[in-house]
Nanobody
Framework: QLQLVESGGGLVQPGGSLRLSCAAS????????IGWFRQAPGKEREGVSS????????RYADSVKGRFIISRDNAKNTVYLQMNSPNPEDTAVYFC????????????WGQGTQVTVSS
C-alpha cells in the first residue's frame, strides 16, 4: 500500500524545462528524506538529488547542480524535481525513493517516469 508515484516526464527540448513530481500514497511523506534517481539505458542507476524530511537540506549530483532544483510540499505529500536547461545526457527514467536520511538507505516505488531530452 505504501507507494511513491512519479509523474511529469516527457519529451523536452534542450534548454527547456520540466518538472517531475513524486507523490506519496499510503504514508506521510514528511517523515522521510526523498531522493531522486535516474537510470539511462545500459547504465547503472545514479543519484540525482535528495532532500531532507523538512526540506531544509538538499544535495545534488555534480552533473545537475545549478540546473535542477529539488523541493517538497509536505502539505501536498509531494516532492518535485525542477529540471532546467536539460541536455540529452539527462535522458533517463527518473524515479524517487524514501529514506531515513538523505544518504539512505532508500526504498523505491513505482516504475519511474521517462524523460527524453531531444530537439
Amino acid at each position: 500500500q505504501l507507494q511513491l508515484v512519479e509523474s511529469g516526464g516527457g519529451l523536452v527540448q534542450p534548454g527547456g524545462s520540466l518538472r517531475l513530481s513524486c507523490a506519496a500514497s499510503g504514508f506521510t511523506l514528511a517523515y522521510y528524506a526523498i531522493g531522486w534517481f535516474r537510470q539511462a539505458p545500459g547504465k547503472e542507476r545514479e543519484g540525482v538529488s535528495s532532500i531532507s524530511s523538512s526540506g531544509s537540506n538538499t544535495r545534488y549530483a555534480d552533473s545537475v547542480k545549478g540546473r535542477f532544483i529539488i523541493s517538497r510540499d509536505n502539505a501536498k505529500n509531494t516532492v518535485y524535481l525542477q529540471m532546467n536547461s536539460p541536455n540529452p545526457e539527462d535522458t533517463a527514467v527518473y524515479f524517487c525513493a524514501a529514506g531515513a536520511t538523505m544518504a539512505g538507505p532508500f526504498g523505491s516505488w513505482g516504475q519511474g517516469t521517462q524523460v527524453t531530452v531531444s530537439s
